[in-house]
């Protein structure tokens, strides 16, 4: 009778190298059963499987010495705003520097390209772009108004009760230096572009686009984060917003659906128009069409909206 020897358990719940296999004492031909599949050289997962792409970016990643995890696949471990046609993208993005051999790996997309050591890291284990070099690698991939969205993320000031962090991964002018030290990567000229829209204040990838939305129907650039008591650190806050026209716009996303949430919100908007702001709202619908609706909305409420005598001189005329 063949005695059949039995894989360690965490083998069976992952892909797996060689490497590791051999390790723990598998021996060679025990992949060959079955129930253990070949994804391609010196790598192998159970018999199916289900599909988790860090997982996949994990064993990848260490069964390919010099190269690192980048483009869609990075930004989606990162879990960076990308449009819907993306966001749940199960692409494998593997880079290697020049001096090494390209990557012919079965199911991955193999990019060659120049990166400097500080481009690259260490995270959780896996060897993956960092972020900054991310935005860039996604410029030859994204429109232009996504990745201006994603910078916005990398710029944003983080709350650090929220987020543990209250230094943003990346500045303008880090990413400026970035771009500059590549000025013939594929996608160069759109990350050019999109620094000169980048804003620090946008809260979400929808913000992003309502603000360039808004910039597209020729409505004047809005103050981002703007609080309704403008020294005060815990006054209501608006996502957009005029404060010369006391204008007030928010984007309020799914999570604003929860009670909760909506009670603050409900409680956020009525401090702005007891203060006689006009406080516009918009939400999943508007992102959907464009907001182009949303832009007729805005342009609508600036022209009959109160004006600070102060600051009116060539606001009217532009919208």
């Known amino acids: 009778m063949r005695n059949e020897f039995a894989l360690p358990v965490e083998l069976f719940s992952r892909p797996f190298t060689l490497a590791e296999a051999q390790a723990q004492g ?73 001096s090494l051999p390209g990557v012919r790996r079965k199911g991955v997309i193999g990019h060659t390209v120049i990166a400097a050591g500080d481009e690259v890291e260490v995270a959780d284990g896996i060897r993956i772009s960092t972020r900054s070099r991310t935005w860039l690698d996604m410029a030859r991939l994204l429109p232009l108004n996504d990745l201006v969205s994603m910078g916005d993320e990398l710029i944003r000031v983080p709350r650090q009760s929220l987020e543990g962090r209250d230094a943003p991964f990346a500045t303008i002018e880090e990413l400026r230096a970035l771009v500059g030290r590549h000025p013939n990567l594929q996608g160069v000229v759109r990350a050019r572009q999109a620094l000169a829209l980048m804003r620090v204040g946008a809260d979400s990838a929808p913000e992003s686009l309502l603000r360039l939305a808004m910039q597209d129907a020729g409505i004047p650039e809005p103050e981002l984060q703007i609080r309704l008591r403008d020294a005060g650190p815990f006054s209501p806050s608006a996502d957009l917003g005029f404060r010369q026209r006391r204008v007030a716009i928010q984007y309020d996303g799914g999570h604003h ?53 102060a600051v009116a001189s060539g606001f009217t005329n532009a919208v």
């Open 257 to 309: 659906l929860v009670e909760t949430q909506s009670l603050s919100d409900r409680r956020r908007d009525k401090a702005f128009e007891d203060a006689g702001w006009t406080v516009l709202v918009f939400r999943k619908d508007d992102l959907a069409d464009g907001f182009e609706l949303a832009t007729k909305k805005i342009k609508k409420a600036l022209r009959s909206a109160w004006v600070d005598p």
């Open 26 to 98: 598998v021996p060679r031909g025990r992949l060959l059963r079955a129930d253990i599949e070949s994804v391609s050289r010196g790598l192998y997962r159970p018999a199916g499987w289900d599909f988790d792409l860090e997982s996949a970016a994990r064993v990848l990643s260490a069964a390919t010495p010099g190269a690192w995890i980048s483009h869609v696949t990075a930004a989606r471990l990162r879990c960076s705003c990308l449009p819907p046609w993306l966001s749940d993208s199960t692409e494998l993005h593997l880079s290697k520097p020049r």
